[in-house]
């Protein structure tokens, strides 16, 4: 009874945080900065592209599929993007991460937000047969060519006093089964983003990092990759996108979207660890992993 009513406390605490911290965002903050959004030729990355956007910056967006690329690019124009450019890269080449970044510095001259958001590797969604191809590959794409992006853009982003905005998941704070080598991959993203946000804040840098914890979200990757084996609602991309980029702007720490699906899960791990595993678990449809 005693871990429920702090558990209870905790999550009047969270209610009162969340709705005092709806600060007020205004557009003209974002008006004709540099943004490079990764893996934005579909889904969150394509959503958080667009409402880049509305509020007039200009972009670079990149992936591997030219074509779905320019028409976002185009999209984003309409939307009110003071320009939309497109550069075709492999996030599983970490020479082709550097290359990015030195392209973005040609035609945008610098950068004020760098966006990692790109997903992919060889794993597939099920039990862990000990594959270590699986493994190198989702660590390369989901970590190694964020911290490539990363070092290679730092310089631009400290002289614009910018911001990173990382995307991460629930799986890199408790874990997620059937999907090892993309868990461990989040993990990674995890430690090495908030370690660098706390050498930043030591050396007296001015540049924002802001981790993004993100549930199941509506992306065609995602319901076409686990749609049939998850019991729980996918959230909208369009609504994620509009926290995330609202969190980014905002140089928050960090933003849980779905918030009050996954905050308490997370409070759970600490408190009553036993109840959160029984709770993932009823998550999962084995019928069709197994």
């Known amino acids: 009874m005693a871990a429920v009513r ?28 540099r943004v490079l959004v990764t893996g934005s030729s579909t889904g969150i990355g ?20 030219e074509k779905q690329l320019k028409e976002v690019a185009q999209k984003c124009l309409e939307l009110g993007a ?13 020479t082709s991460a550097h290359n990015l970044i030195e392209e973005t510095s040609n035609k945008l001259g610098s950068l ?29 794409v989901n970590f190694l060519s964020y911290v490539q992006l990363t070092t290679s853009a730092l310089t631009m982003l400290q002289e614009s006093k910018g911001s990173i905005i990382v995307i991460s998941s629930l799986a890199g704070r408790i874990g997620a089964p ?5 868990s461990a991959a989040k993990f990674a993203l995890e430690g090495f983003y908030s370690s660098l946000r706390r050498e930043l ?8 990092v802001t981790v ?7 992306t065609d990757s995602a319901l076409s990759t686990v749609g049939d084996k998850m019991t729980m609602t996918a959230s909208s991309k369009e609504m994620c996108a509009q926290e995330v980029v609202r969190a980014g702007i905002l140089r928050h720490r960090e933003v849980f979207y779905p918030y009050w699906s996954l905050k308490p899960l997370i409070l759970l791990r ?18 069709n992993i197994l």
């Open 46 to 65: 394509e959503q958080i592209a667009y409402e880049f956007a509305r509020m007039g910056a200009h972009l670079i967006l990149t992936a591997r599929r």
């Open 178 to 182: 059937f999907a090892l080598s993309y």
């Open 112 to 140: 004020d937000y760098l966006v990692l958001n790109h997903v992919g590797g060889s794993g597939k969604f099920g039990p862990f047969q000990g594959d270590m191809e699986a493994v190198i590959s989702s660590l390369t």
């Open 212 to 218: 993004a914890v993100l549930g199941y979200i509506d």
């Open 270 to 287: 600490d408190w009553v660890p036993d109840l959160m595993e029984r709770l993932l678990d009823t998550f999962y449809n084995l019928e």
């Open 6 to 33: 702090i558990f209870v406390s905790l999550l009047v605490g969270l209610g009162a945080y969340y709705f005092y911290n709806q600060e007020t965002l205004s557009t003209d903050i974002v008006q004709g900065k």
């Open 82 to 94: 003071s320009s939309a450019r497109h550069i075709v890269s492999d996030m599983n080449n970490l």
């Open 201 to 208: 804040h030591l050396r007296q840098i001015n540049l924002s």
